[in-house]
């Protein structure tokens, strides 16, 4: 008998998860993937029903496929019925549609509701070597577990629904590392705010990202969502991050997690799943933790970031296109070039989002703001992301902290992130968020949003002005 001696060659982490879900695969064709978890929520998924009841087709699957509303829940007086005509009939809509095939839905009053990237790790569902699809971008949120996971559209909602696959060409990979350790005051949203500065929101299109090095090692897995949830603001179809012993501690014991000897077989291969050594990617981008200050964004996406101490740049060091753009962000903005941020009046503070809503988040402006009052004039939401969270928030009386400094502890949901609800950030009005992005329009017809971490967010609140956290803490 001759022996196999052959050597399988290293492989990353991306391509360890992608080759285990191919079902079928053909040259010139994208791969049909299994997917193990399918997120909704009201907005995407109306057609894709649609759809499924005009061909007379049942979801394959009910019990991969995990509902919740978050989008258009208003984040007062849940108890009460929907105001707003077109939230109503989308949450609505939703209802009806899973209990006309057979799901479950976390809806408004549900003790396990919130924005859809939130209760996914929170409840257990989430889970290392997943692969996991929304018809939302930010999705890649629950890569930060070593899952491959990623947005889709309508259209691939209700495929996946049928199917429970999934057509996909396969990205390219690429690796970011940052070494070294964060100064104190700089977070894992200054990270990807960093990142995506220096490669633009286009440089990562095309590729899925792992993230790496001692900086993303040393963070907590709450940080490491917020890094891989801003993948998106890159380009890229999502980020991943090698599970180690933080994801199995946080995971260990959560209502979906593995139990008893399904948890030992679980863990064996999880384990498993890092990038071996000497594994190869498309492209590799290194940077330094000591160069990364807490970020602010000046313009009207997520790569127009700079340090909170920095001036915004001039149209003279850009190329034609860059400096139109940078000039049409600027005026939106009511912005110069040259000018500093530091020191500028804001009207609104908004702590929440699936970037920023987690206890965690809520624990560190807590801390920051205890014994402190918000500044005369400034309106400050702070949204949790979660039922869970909420209830976490109130059993560690970080509510009372809140209410004591000003700030109003709403009920979860999407809220101010993408003004698609009744939390919209007037015309003209200046807002400090800790959401993911900061288009035209984004947080309401005409409102201002700059980007930055939860402290930076609530240093801002206390003084009403656009502060550099390192003065606070």
Same mark, same amino acid.
């Given at each position: 008998?001759?022996?196999?001696?052959?050597?399988?060659?290293?492989?990353?982490?991306?391509?360890?998860?992608?080759?285990?879900?191919?079902?079928?695969?053909?040259?010139?064709?994208?791969?049909?993937?299994?997917?193990?978890?399918?997120?909704?929520?009201?907005?995407?998924?109306?057609?894709?029903?649609?759809?499924?009841?005009?061909?007379?087709?049942?979801?394959?699957?009910?019990?991969?496929?995990?509902?919740?509303?978050?989008?258009?829940?208003?984040?007062?007086?849940?108890?009460?019925? !929907?105001?707003?005509?077109? $939230? #109503?009939?989308? *949450?609505?809509?939703? &209802?009806?549609?899973?209990? +006309?095939?057979?799901? @479950?839905?976390?809806?408004?009053?549900?003790?396990?509701?919130?924005?859809?990237?939130?209760?996914?790790?929170?409840?257990?569902?989430?889970?290392?070597?997943?692969?996991?699809?929304?018809?939302?971008?930010?999705?890649?949120?629950?890569?930060?577990?070593?899952?491959?996971?990623?947005?889709?559209?309508?259209?691939?909602?209700?495929?996946?629904?049928?199917?429970?696959?999934?057509?996909?060409?396969?990205?390219?990979?690429?690796?970011?590392?940052?070494?070294?350790?964060?100064?104190?005051?700089?977070?894992?949203?200054?990270? !990807?705010?960093?990142?995506? $500065? #220096?490669?633009? *929101?286009?440089?990562? &299109?095309?590729?899925?990202? +792992?993230?790496?090095? @001692?900086?993303?090692?040393?963070?907590?897995?709450?940080?490491?969502?917020?890094?891989?949830?801003?993948?998106?603001?890159?380009?890229?179809?999502?980020?991943?991050?090698?599970?180690?012993?933080?994801?199995?501690?946080?995971?260990?014991?959560?209502?979906?997690?593995?139990?008893?000897?399904?948890?030992?077989?679980?863990?064996?291969?999880?384990?498993?799943?890092?990038?071996?050594?000497?594994?190869?990617?498309?492209?590799?981008?290194?940077?330094?933790?000591?160069?990364?200050?807490?970020?602010?964004?000046?313009?009207?996406?997520?790569?127009?970031?700079?340090?909170?101490?920095?001036?915004?740049?001039?149209?003279?060091?850009?190329?034609?296109?860059?400096?139109?753009?940078?000039?049409?962000?600027?005026?939106?903005?009511?912005?110069?070039?040259?000018?500093?941020?530091?020191?500028?009046?804001?009207?609104?503070?908004?702590?929440?989002?699936?970037?920023?809503?987690?206890?965690?988040?809520?624990?560190?402006?807590?801390?920051?703001?205890?014994?402190?009052?918000?500044?005369?004039?400034?309106?400050?939401?702070?949204?949790?992301?979660?039922?869970?969270?909420?209830?976490?928030?109130?059993?560690?009386?970080?509510?009372?902290?809140?209410?004591?400094?000003?700030?109003?502890?709403?009920?979860?949901?999407?809220?101010?992130?993408?003004?698609?609800?009744?939390?919209?950030?007037?015309?003209?009005?200046?807002?400090?968020?800790?959401?993911?992005?900061?288009?035209?329009?984004?947080?309401?017809?005409?409102?201002?949003?700059?980007?930055?971490?939860?402290?930076?967010?609530?240093?801002?609140?206390?003084?009403?002005?656009?502060?550099?956290?390192?003065?606070?803490?």
């Amino acid at each position: 008998m001759s022996q196999n001696n052959e050597k399988k060659s290293p492989q990353n982490l991306f391509n360890k998860i992608w080759a285990a879900h191919i079902v079928k695969s053909q040259e010139a064709a994208p791969d049909v993937l299994y997917i193990d978890t399918h997120f909704i929520h009201e907005v995407t998924s109306p057609q894709a029903f649609d759809g499924l009841r005009g061909r007379g087709i049942p979801v394959k699957n009910p019990h991969k496929t995990v509902a919740t509303a978050d989008h258009n829940v208003p984040t007062l007086n849940q108890h009460l019925p !929907i105001q707003e005509k077109l $939230s #109503k009939f989308q *949450v609505d809509t939703l &209802t009806k549609n899973c209990a +006309e095939f057979g799901l @479950e839905l976390y809806g408004l009053g549900h003790p396990n509701q919130g924005i859809v990237h939130v209760i996914g790790p929170e409840l257990g569902i989430t889970q290392p070597g997943k692969t996991i699809v929304c018809g939302d971008s930010h999705t890649s949120t629950h890569g930060a577990f070593g899952t491959v996971a990623f947005g889709i559209g309508t259209s691939e909602v209700e495929m996946v629904l049928a199917t429970q696959c999934l057509l996909q060409y396969k990205p390219k990979t690429m690796k970011i590392e940052i070494n070294g350790r964060l100064a104190k005051g700089v977070t894992s949203k200054d990270i !990807i705010l960093y990142v995506i $500065s #220096k490669i633009g *929101v286009a440089g990562g &299109t095309g590729y899925f990202v +792992e993230y790496a090095g @001692e900086a993303i090692r040393a963070l907590s897995m709450e940080a490491r969502m917020t890094i891989c949830n801003m993948s998106i603001e890159m380009g890229a179809r999502g980020g991943l991050i090698a599970p180690d012993e933080v994801t199995f501690e946080y995971i260990q014991g959560r209502d979906f997690a593995p139990k008893g000897e399904e948890w030992d077989k679980a863990l064996a291969y999880w384990k498993s799943l890092p990038s071996d050594e000497g594994a190869t990617y498309d492209k590799v981008l290194t940077y330094d933790a000591k160069d990364i200050s807490p970020m602010i964004t000046y313009g009207t996406n997520p790569g127009m970031g700079i340090g909170i101490t920095e001036a915004i740049p001039s149209a003279d060091s850009l190329d034609t296109a860059e400096a139109t753009n940078l000039q049409k962000s600027l005026k939106y903005m009511d912005l110069k070039e040259g000018e500093k941020l530091l020191g500028k009046k804001i009207d609104y503070v908004f702590i929440g989002s699936c970037t920023n809503s987690r206890i965690e988040d809520l624990r560190a402006v807590a801390e920051m703001v205890k014994g402190n009052k918000k500044a005369e004039g400034v309106e400050v939401w702070i949204v949790p992301g979660s039922k869970k969270v909420e209830k976490q928030a109130k059993a560690e009386k970080l509510d009372l902290i809140f209410k004591e400094a000003g700030f109003e502890l709403r009920e979860p949901g999407c809220s101010a992130c993408l003004g698609m609800n009744e939390d919209k950030i007037p015309a003209g009005k200046y807002c400090v968020s800790t959401s993911n992005r900061n288009f035209e329009g984004r947080q309401g017809p005409g409102a201002r949003t700059f980007l930055a971490s939860p402290l930076t967010a609530a240093a801002t609140a206390l003084t009403g002005k656009i502060t550099d956290v390192r003065e606070i803490v």
